[in-house]
């Protein structure tokens, strides 16, 4: 039999089948001593599912409780001893709130579901509405716990209809058991309308809907929704005309930019985003999609004619060392340039002076101002870092993220 530190020689390299036939009492010791590193102790307590040998619990309890312990480990844990009812009370007692470790407020919380105390199941909502997927999940495995003990009409009469994630949890119930949801279209907030959306899966009753829906934001949805059914761009161009081509207008914002724009963060934009730019990304003609290397070695070749000796473009993942985005780097004695990726728009730091702009614009690049870079795209959330809110102009023609 190989050892543990041979099954599992380096992080993320563990063999979890050899694992499994390691005996339990030599895991369960293993997973309790937190001299051991947490990257092997981890897949030891994953190991151990089904199998936790008794007498061992209160080890392995201990270091759940443990706040100085990793919570990697910990959270492995709570998931091997979820059916531990004797984990209840700590798991509810107000200590827990000041328990900071990444994820474990989550863990709590889920581990309170799965061992049926109603009482979290307001929070557990809140967590299954979070942007975050592993909040998401902890937030869905919690509120499955109590559904399969209580019922889902006992937990739906207990978080009822007012918050927006008790709604979100309702459309998703009702799609766990086959029912219409195309109701949700209509929901005043725009993160559960995605969600009805993204679940409505019969196409006649979407068409249907059209007709019947009670504001022009849900036939959009409704638009959108039947686009994703059937990928049939010709009939969301005759459903788009039909409703009078609806679209987010921004003052200042013309159509060079907002093409270009709309084309790349319209598909893909956060759940809060009103769906007309949704709709727009599908129906509108795209823009030329750019040749950047063309662009890189234009723009090049314009400002060497001007006599301001251009270092060779990097990416901007490149020039942070990490990340990805939409433009390129040239660095010039007068400062440093940056060349999107989306179109012939290029701008600059302050010190990039005069003759930069003059000689990228004799080659056909749009110089982005700060007036112009200003401009707020409205209700076209995106992500950026960490947050999911509209942004400038200038924020996405020139958009970076680690």
């Known amino acids: 039999m190989r050892s543990i530190e041979a099954l599992i020689p380096r992080p993320g390299a563990d063999d979890a089948a050899g694992l499994r036939e390691v005996g339990a009492e030599e895991l369960a010791r293993y997973v309790a001593d937190p001299r051991h590193p947490w990257w092997r102790r981890r897949p030891c307590a994953v190991a151990l599912t089904g199998r936790v040998p008794e007498p061992y619990v209160p080890g392995l309890i201990a270091r759940v409780q443990d706040p100085g312990d990793t919570s990697e480990v910990r959270r492995a844990l709570l998931d091997l001893l979820a059916d531990r009812t004797e984990l209840l009370p700590w798991l509810r007692h107000e200590d827990r709130a000041s328990d900071t470790s990444y994820g474990m407020g989550a863990a709590f919380l889920k581990a309170r579901g799965v061992l049926g105390d109603r009482s979290a199941a307001p929070e557990l909502s809140t967590l299954a509405a979070s942007p975050w997927q592993g909040e998401r999940d902890a937030g869905d495995a919690g509120l499955d716990g109590l559904v399969d003990r209580y019922g889902a009409d006992a937990i739906l ?157 990097v990416s901007c993942g490149e020039d942070h060392q990490q990340g990805d985005g939409t433009y390129h780097v040239i660095e010039t004695g007068g400062g440093r340039l940056l060349i999107s990726t989306l179109g012939p728009f290029a701008t600059g730091e302050q010190e990039a002076h005069d003759a930069a702009r003059r000689a990228l614009e004799s080659a056909g690049f749009r110089w982005i101002d700060e007036e112009t870079g200003a401009i707020r795209v409205t209700d076209l959330c995106v992500y950026y870092y960490g947050g999911r809110n509209p942004l400038t102009v200038d924020a996405l023609l020139f958009y970076w993220q680690d």
């Open 157 to 313: 009469a207990e978080l009822g209809e007012e918050r927006p994630e008790d709604r979100e949890f309702r459309v998703w119930t009702r799609y766990r058991a086959d029912e219409d949801v195309t109701y949700a279209l209509a929901d005043p907030d725009r993160t559960v309308a995605y969600v009805g959306q993204s679940l409505a899966h019969d196409a006649d009753r979407l068409r249907a809907y059209l007709d019947e829906a009670p504001t022009t934001e849900a036939k959009v949805w409704a638009a959108y929704a039947l686009h994703g059914l059937t990928e049939d761009r010709a009939e969301a161009r005759a459903v788009y005309e039909r409703l009078g081509r609806p679209r987010v207008e921004v003052e200042g914002l013309d159509e060079e930019l907002r093409r270009a724009i709309v084309h790349e963060y319209g598909p893909g934009c956060q759940r809060a985003s009103d769906p007309r730019w949704r709709i727009e990304a599908v129906c509108a003609e795209p823009p030329a999609r750019p040749d950047v290397e063309d662009l890189l070695r234009r723009a090049t070749a314009a400002l060497t004619a001007a006599g301001l000796e251009p270092r060779p473009p």
